[in-house]
């Protein structure tokens, strides 16, 4: 008799460093979803929980989320806030699948409604952040549009993800892993991390001309911080401040990590898991906070914003103006 338990399990299949590779990155995406690995001691609390894990912070804003749905008319960005958290969970769900049960054919219909979900989940996130740079430049088409294509493309690039990644089967089993992450999908994180660096500069530097007098008047620091600022301007830059971090800080790297040909499949995929999530998460929060919370004055300030025109100093209104 082998001295060795449970011979037969699928990870005795594989060398020992993929071995490892595949657990982690499979406990990465129970954590995600929301799910405690019974093997590891994590006892997340409900409000550090929702902010990491898709079921939790769904079913944590419910209540809230059906108030705004039910105070609001229908609209793109209504919409793309009730799905955005469904898509990212449908992923993250799509991909535990492939590496908890057997799947006949790892690149078949498993791995491309993966791959639609994640393409979703990012395409209605970054429509929410899109909505607040159209609200700022209401009066600017050409602005407007602008943007509108840059958005189309760093979406069109994240279709890339459909077929981005080619899996197999480990070897005597029916578990799928990644044997290969093409280069290419990298261009899809480098061209969101761009389309969102875009829009919060382009917003800052609205809001800030809008409180100077027709002129970049507020210094890094008020940009920063928020200070001297009236609230719905001090609230719409945080909100883009939280949003482009998350973005910034998970997007470059994951982008890096798949050009890098030492790194394992496995590994250079891991980061999209809390990603796709957080992204999703992230917008939802911003656009839930200013629709449950808005600061006093928001229907005087947003619109003064809007039309404050750079090139004519005649269309600047200063602070006073359109503070509550």
């Not at 059906?66 to 009730?82: D, H, K, T």
């Not at 395409?123 to 607040?132: D, G, K, V």
């Amino acid at each position: 008799m082998s001295s060795f338990p449970n011979i037969d399990t699928y990870l005795n299949h594989l060398p020992p460093a993929a071995a490892e590779h595949f657990e982690v990155a499979r406990n990465v995406l129970i954590v995600v979803l929301g799910v405690r690995p019974s093997h590891l001691h994590l006892r997340p609390t409900l409000k550090s929980a929702s902010s990491q894990a898709a079921m939790w912070d769904i079913f944590l804003y419910i209540p809230d989320d059906i108030g705004i749905l039910r105070q609001n008319r229908i609209r793109p960005v209504l919409i793309c806030f009730a799905t955005t958290r469904f898509f990212a969970t449908i992923f993250i769900f799509l991909s535990i699948i492939s590496r908890t049960l057997y799947i006949d054919d790892c690149n078949g219909a498993w791995s491309r409604a993966a791959g639609v979900s994640c393409t979703l989940a990012h395409l209605t996130a970054s429509f929410i952040f899109l909505q607040r740079l159209w609200a700022v430049y209401a009066l600017h088409r050409l602005v407007k549009i602008v943007f509108f294509v840059l958005w189309l493309g760093a979406n069109g690039l994240m279709t890339t993800s459909i077929y981005g990644a080619r899996f197999g089967h480990i070897p005597g089993t029916g578990y799928c892993t990644y044997l290969e992450v093409h280069p290419y999908v990298s261009a899809a994180g480098f061209m969101l991390a761009s389309f969102d660096t875009a829009v919060f500069v382009a917003i800052s530097y609205k809001i800030s001309i809008s409180h100077g007098g027709g002129r970049i008047g507020i210094n890094w620091d008020t940009i920063v911080s928020g200070r001297a600022l009236p609230r719905l301007s001090r609230a719409v830059l945080q909100g883009g401040q939280q949003y482009f971090l998350i973005t910034i800080c998970l997007s470059i790297p994951i982008a890096i990590l798949i050009v890098i040909p030492v790194i394992p499949p496995t590994y250079q995929a891991m980061l999209s898991f809390p990603f796709t999530n957080l992204v999703a998460s992230m917008a939802c929060r911003i656009f839930r906070n200013l629709k449950l919370h808005p600061p006093p004055g928001f229907e005087d300030e947003l619109p003064t914003i809007s039309r404050i025109n750079p090139s004519d100093p005649s269309s600047a209104v200063h602070e006073s103006h359109i503070s509550p």
